[in-house]
């Protein structure tokens, strides 16, 4: 019986020892804290994770912001950083569309901050709001095709003025209705701009199907045609009531009208993977001012989950 319990005794001595051991073990493992660093260039603002990201998201913004003006309005970075994802926000605006020239600069510009700030390339996903919608969506489709470093794996718009024919079209009536000082100004300059590339829609619109996202008179998408695999969500909050009090704008007037037109041909044409995302009461800017056309729209939690699934 003593034996045993020698036994015994030692056999606890050895447990606690070893136990011990583990945790002493457990102890001098080193746990590395993931932190953020803000890199500001001429070009870009870059929220960089001190770790290997788990996913790139690439922002462009509205015809008149810069990259300050993303952060303002976006409030995405809490949400990026509980999950190890950097944020790159571009200084690239004021454009409609691309030419094949500036795709090409675009594309070089993004393979170039991507190399510079040791960025991986195998989770990258690319959105825009407004008009940086159509950015994301066209330089999104030339890396896909031109097979370069960077293949996104998804691209989101938010609210944006996909349908180039409608946007002239619109125009007129803004210039028509004369609601505001400020309508019938950003309205004329369209007219102007679209006009002197394209010329009236009425008289030819294959100008408008080259460069346009999508124009709906004759469901043409060609030059998104090369994210058939790519994972795309289209954001837009059609507040009709708004709109209506405060532009005059009927439905058929709304980029919203046109981004969901956009996403059945997508869907028609076998797009795999398209999500049409409409929202309600979501739409406010950082200054708390009510307005569908927002980046406030999109549910930051969401997206984030969608980057990583």
């Known amino acids: 019986m003593l034996n045993v319990k020698k036994i015994l005794a030692l056999l606890i001595i050895a447990s606690i020892s ?9 102890k001098k493992e080193p746990v590395t804290e993931i932190t953020f660093e803000d890199i500001i260039n001429e070009d870009y603002e870059l929220h960089k994770s001190s770790k290997n990201s788990n996913g790139v998201l690439v922002l462009f913004g509205g015809f008149p912001e810069s990259a300050k003006d ?7 970075l809490e949400n990026a950083e509980n999950h190890n994802i950097s944020v790159l926000y571009m200084n690239y605006s004021q454009k409609i569309w691309l030419e094949q020239d500036e795709l090409s600069q675009l594309s070089e510009q993004l393979q170039d901050i991507f190399k510079v700030n040791i960025l991986p390339t195998d989770n990258v996903y690319i959105g825009g709001f407004s ?17 370069s470093n960077i293949i996104p794996k ?6 944006s003025p ?16 004369n609601f505001s000082n400020s ?13 002197a590339k394209f010329g009236n829609p009425k008289d030819s619109i294959s100008g408008y199907e080259e460069y346009a996202i999508f124009t709906s008179k004759t469901n043409n998408i060609n030059t998104i045609k090369n994210l058939k695999n790519t994972k795309i ?16 704008a009927k439905y058929e007037d709304l980029n919203a009208y046109y981004i969901k037109k956009l996403s059945e041909a997508l869907q028609t044409s076998q797009f795999k993977d398209v999500t049409y995302i409409p929202t309600t009461d979501k739409g406010y800017r950082s200054n708390g001012d009510r307005h569908p056309h927002s980046w406030a729209i999109i549910d930051t939690k969401n997206l984030i989950n969608w980057m990583l699934n």
């Open 18 to 26: 070893i136990s011990c051991k583990n945790t002493e073990h457990e």
């Open 70 to 76: 993303i952060k303002r309005e976006f409030k995405i």
């Open 131 to 147: 008009s940086g919608g159509n950015m994301a969506l066209l330089i999104s489709d030339f890396m896909t095709n031109q097979q």
């Open 154 to 159: 998804g691209v989101f718009i938010v609210d």
């Open 162 to 177: 996909i349908d180039l024919v409608a946007l002239y079209n619109t125009a007129q009536k803004n210039i028509e209705r």
């Open 183 to 195: 309508a019938v100004q950003e309205s004329t300059w369209l007219l102007e701009t679209l006009g």
């Open 233 to 248: 969500r289209l954001y837009t909050e059609p507040d009709t009531l708004w709109w209506k009090e405060n532009t005059m």
